[in-house]
């Protein structure tokens, strides 16, 4: 653990009832042992939006900022999860190839900017992806490989062209029954978004609010020092770090092979879908960590950018001047985008280096 009390943890888990104690209790014990608890430190974690979030509030703020900020945490969930009953992407996916469905501002917004990353990904990143990430279903527990045709059954339904949007009523029509929308990719780096501005409203001055390894750091410490957020180990589930991004207002988000899978045969199965072949991406990345100031944007470009791989991935960041991301793949080296050696640094033996 680090000496300054400002490392996150990248965990993200639903998968198992275990890792999400062990985060638990790491944050507990972490808590506990290393960072003494400043009088007006505030600290809650939840299980929400699929995963352990915490949010610790070290200047300003009251139980009732987080109270605000969780609530609307739920909100979110309640209106985007694909996984429950009752949620406007349930309402949308059961109408797909039938009617358009009228949704909220934030679920309209965020299937906007999913679009729009399909649009630059080439439909590498495709919100319609629903159909393989049911049929994989990873993360359920009861897990196997699908049959070929059920795999392109599924290939069939995503097409990110066929997701209508109506900016004037706020609706959205699936246009081929049978598509299904998945924002879990990109509606965590959403939801971190509207928490700053729940802080930025109660007047905040320090916190980090971590989506289950989706970190963002806000506003300043008090000691005016650099906030330290580690990139995990993508090999480790421990918690252990590869290196540690150092920066001021800004949002670490990453997307990897070791957040949700399975095993079979010996095989990883992992969760970023291939929208070519219906199968785990497979490009050698285990990981993809983005640094940027708005953690929509850098929760889609994770998700993007380990879909393209590590050439396309970086052809595309030039579009974005000043999101920095760092690629590790499975030779255990690391590439770093032009400039984002200003904000990383390597502190992990096992991993090098490398120029791309
Ligand atoms: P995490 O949610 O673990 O932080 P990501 O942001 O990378 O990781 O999102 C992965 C999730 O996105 C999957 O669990 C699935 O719901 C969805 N997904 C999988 N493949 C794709 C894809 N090619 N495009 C868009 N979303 C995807
Ligand atoms: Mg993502």
Redesign the pocket.
Known sequence: MFDDGCMMKHT?TERNLQRVSAALLTLILFTASTLPLAAEELTRTDFVLGTVCTIRLLEGGTQATLQEAFSRLQAIEQRMSANRDGTEIAAVNEQAGKKPVKVSHDTFSVISKALEYAKLSGG????S?GPL?KLWN??SGNEKVPARSAITAALNLIDWRKVELDPQAKTVLLKQPGMRL?L???A?GYAADEVALILEKHKVKAAVVDL???VLVFGAKKDKSPWRVGVQDPESSRGEYLGIVTGTQMTV???GVY??YFLENGVRYH?????ATGFP?ENGLLSVTIIARSSIDA?AL??SL??LGIEKGMELLRQFPGVHAIFIDEAHKVYLSPGAGKVFTLTNKKYTLSEK
Request: glycine share 12%; no cysteine; aromatic share 6%.
């Open positions: 993200s590498a990143f495709d919100p992806v990430v990873i993360g998945d879990g990719a990109i965590k289950g390894g989706n988000v990453t997307s957040e949700r969760h970023i879908l291939s929208t991406v929760d994770s998700t380990f879909a």
